[in-house]
C-alpha cells in the first residue's frame, strides 16, 4: 500500500506564495506519475501538474503554468508545487496522488493513491 502524504497548504493574501509539498511511499525502481490535484465543493477535481519517473519530465496545466512551478525529487518519491501570484479562485483543497501504470494522465480516475489534501485559501 502505497501512503501519500501533502504538507504546506495555508492562507495567503492575493498576489503571495505558498509552496506544497507531497511524499509518496514508494518502494524500489518503479514507474510511476506523481500529480497534483485541487477540487472546491462547485467543481471537479482537476488536474495541475505531475511528474513522470521515467524521464523526469513535468508537466503544468495551460491555466496556472505562468504561476505555478512543478518540481520533484524521483528518487526521495517526491513532489513540491510553488504557487506564486496566488488569485482568490486558486482557492481549494489540493491533493498529491500517484499511479503506476506507464502512460501519463491528468485524470484523476486514474489515480489510485491519493493523500487526504491540504487546503490553500487566498483571501484578502
Known amino acids: 500500500q502505497v501512503q501519500v502524504v501533502e504538507s504546506g497548504g495555508g492562507s495567503v493574501q492575493p498576489g503571495g506564495s505558498l509552496t506544497l509539498s507531497c511524499r509518496a511511499s514508494?518502494?524500489?525502481?518503479?514507474?510511476?506519475?506523481m500529480a497534483w490535484f485541487r477540487q472546491t465543493p462547485d467543481k471537479d477535481r482537476e488536474g495541475v501538474a505531475l511528474?513522470?519517473?521515467?524521464?523526469?519530465?513535468?508537466y503544468t496545466v495551460d491555466f496556472v503554468k505562468t504561476r505555478f512551478i512543478v518540481s520533484g525529487d524521483i528518487d526521495e518519491h517526491t513532489l513540491n508545487l510553488q504557487m506564486n501570484s496566488l488569485k482568490p479562485e486558486d482557492t481549494a483543497m489540493y491533493y498529491c496522488?500517484?499511479?503506476?501504470?506507464?502512460?501519463?494522465?491528468?485524470?484523476?480516475?486514474?489515480?489510485?493513491?491519493w493523500g487526504q489534501g491540504t487546503q490553500v485559501t487566498v483571501s484578502s
Open positions: 496522488a500517484a499511479k503506476f501504470e506507464w502512460w501519463s494522465s491528468l485524470s484523476p480516475d486514474e489515480y489510485k493513491y
Open positions: 514508494i518502494s524500489g525502481d518503479s514507474t510511476y506519475f
Open positions: 511528474i513522470c519517473a521515467n524521464d523526469r519530465r513535468t
